[in-house]
């Protein structure tokens, strides 16, 4: 199965910061990768797919970059609304469509 | 409005039984493929399973295989899942997702774009 690793797993920002986060794929799996947004005790809310696409109704300060096996999903300028855990999701052809393990993002 | 709602969960002995539902609107539920995916407390998600449109084809993580069975009512438009033989570490959120496809980066990918609002099983003695 393809294993996703995510970096760093905690990080702690300012507002109007640029952030990045990382996410690192066990094999090749070109830009079959989401990015997904979850707040406490809430569900996660889709970003980004096909590595770079943004979803619609999501904020143009949210990107993702990437393809292969390294992937990135970079915030702009951090708003107070985007403190939050991150997750991607490699969907390459079939399941299991793994998760990276999560990056919290919280305020300095 | 798409909306997912799921329902079923609750607090169960380990080796015990449980299914969960999952009532979907606002779109063509046969047209979709749909996932199960858990989130365990304080950690991050894990998908669980997933069942195509017709459901003619089923997909199970290692950790679940031989014990859950997905399946749907496309008439009822419902997502279930059957889970047997539960275990401490199947204590989770399990939330019912739609997938779908978009078109990105020259070609069509999959990814998740709605989810439900979770429904929490708790495996103890």
């Known amino acids: 199965d393809i294993q996703l690793t995510q970096s760093p797993s905690f990080l702690s920002a300012s507002v109007g910061d640029r952030v990045t986060i990382t996410c690192r794929a066990s094999?090749?799996?070109?830009?079959?990768l989401a990015w997904y947004q979850q707040k406490p005790g809430k569900a996660p809310k889709l970003l980004i797919y096909a590595a770079s696409t943004l979803q619609s109704g999501v904020p143009s300060r949210f990107s993702g970059s990437g393809s292969g096996t390294e992937f990135t999903l970079t915030i702009s300028s951090l708003q107070p609304e985007d403190f939050a855990t991150y997750y991607c999701?490699?969907?390459?052809?079939?399941?299991?469509?793994?998760f990276g393990q999560g990056t919290k993002v919280e305020i300095k | 409005e798409v909306q997912l709602l799921e329902s079923g969960g609750g607090l169960v002995q380990p080796g015990g039984s449980l299914r969960l539902s999952c009532a979907a609107s606002g779109f063509t539920f046969s047209s979709y493929a749909m996932s199960w995916v858990r989130q365990a407390p304080g950690k991050g998600l894990e998908w669980v399973s997933a069942i195509s449109g017709s459901g003619g084809s089923t997909y199970y993580a290692d950790s679940v295989k031989g014990r859950f069975t997905i399946s749907r009512d496309n008439s009822k438009n419902t997502l279930y899942l059957q889970m047997n033989s539960l275990r401490a570490e199947d204590t989770a959120v399990y939330y019912c997702?739609?997938?779908?496809?978009?078109?990105?980066?020259?070609?069509?990918?999959?990814?998740?774009?709605?989810w439900g609002q979770g429904t929490l099983v708790t495996v103890s003695s």
């Open positions: 997702a739609k997938m779908a496809t978009g078109y990105g980066s020259g070609s069509y990918y999959t990814m998740v774009d709605y």
């Open positions: 999701q490699q969907l390459n052809s079939y399941p299991p469509w793994t």
């Open positions: 094999q090749g799996i070109s830009s079959y």
